[in-house]
């Protein structure tokens, strides 16, 4: 791409090995205009279904208006761990030991959290540790850590699909959805070239009437379908971890993803992927 500032050029399988999720904070200073459109350029270069490109993007670099989505995104973090939601809902994918990550290759390894809840760990899907991560005040501060993370984050990008193309309950909605994806990676992959990390937005989707507040607040209009929210920015070189944070870089063997022509036969490991 032309215009692209960072040293050297990165090989895409190293783009693709070394992709990651940003949870920590990103630095103050604003993303500059040439990578914003850097950005959507690559979004734009994703393949759609006869070339429909349904998507379309709102750079969110306004101070007030992410105020205003980061005290939802931190309102809604709270009320979802407050109601249980959070870990019941997602509770198949947490891990709280590395040789429990070895095995399952899957999921988030809890592995950095306050030392008042280390004891708790392992029951923390019960309704007797969940009433105490309340009483000690957990939810609030998780809501806050979620607020601060948004409202720090120099830019927010909304992805939303036009709905001429994007009808639900048809193939074409299926075909913009997939299409939506390989937009979004496209950004994801970028990211790191240009120094800058992101993060997918969640907590406000899992709640109807937060999703519909944030419509009204970027305007969305009637032909337009709000999809997702992430937050990006510059990484700090001594990015600090959150209070309670995970690592998710396991990925599964190819003998557990792949197979050879047909389900019957699954594709062997390559062997340094070959179990010690």
């Not at 998780?142 to 001429?164: F, M, N, Q, W």
Request: with cysteine; charged share 25%; glycine share 6%.
């Amino acid at each position: 791409m032309q215009g692209l500032t960072t040293k050297g050029t990165m090989e895409l399988i190293d783009a693709i090995r070394q992709r990651r999720t940003t949870n920590g904070p990103f630095e103050p200073r604003p993303v500059s205009l040439e990578h914003q459109h850097l950005l959507i350029e690559a979004a734009g270069r994703a393949p759609s279904h006869f070339n429909s490109q349904p998507w379309r993007f709102i750079l969110i670099d306004d101070a007030a208006v992410r105020s205003r989505i980061a005290t939802i995104g931190g309102r809604t973090m709270k009320q979802l761990m407050e109601r249980g939601t959070f870990f019941s809902r997602y509770k198949k994918y947490f891990r709280f030991s590395q040789a429990e990550m070895d095995e399952r290759r899957d999921g988030i390894l809890i592995d950095q959290l306050p030392t008042i809840l280390k004891p708790f760990i392992k029951q923390v899907f019960s309704n007797t540790v969940l009433s105490l991560m309340s009483k000690l005040g957990v939810p609030s501060m998780l809501g806050e850590d979620s607020r601060k993370l948004i409202e720090g984050s120099p830019l927010i990008l909304a992805v939303l699909l036009d709905k001429e193309e994007y009808i639900p309950d048809a193939l074409s909605g299926f075909y913009c959805q997939l299409s939506m994806g390989m937009a979004i990676e496209h950004i994801w992959l970028l990211t790191r070239e240009l120094g800058m990390g992101i993060q997918f937005i969640s907590t406000p989707m899992e709640i109807p009437e937060a999703w519909q507040e944030l419509k009204e607040l970027l305007c969305v209009p009637e032909n337009l379908e709000l999809m997702a929210l992430y937050r990006l920015g510059y990484v700090p070189q001594d990015a600090k971890r959150n209070r309670i944070d995970w690592k998710s870089d396991q990925r599964k063997r190819m003998s557990q993803i792949a197979f050879r022509n047909s389900c019957a036969t699954p594709e062997p490991d390559a062997p340094s992927q070959t179990p010690t």
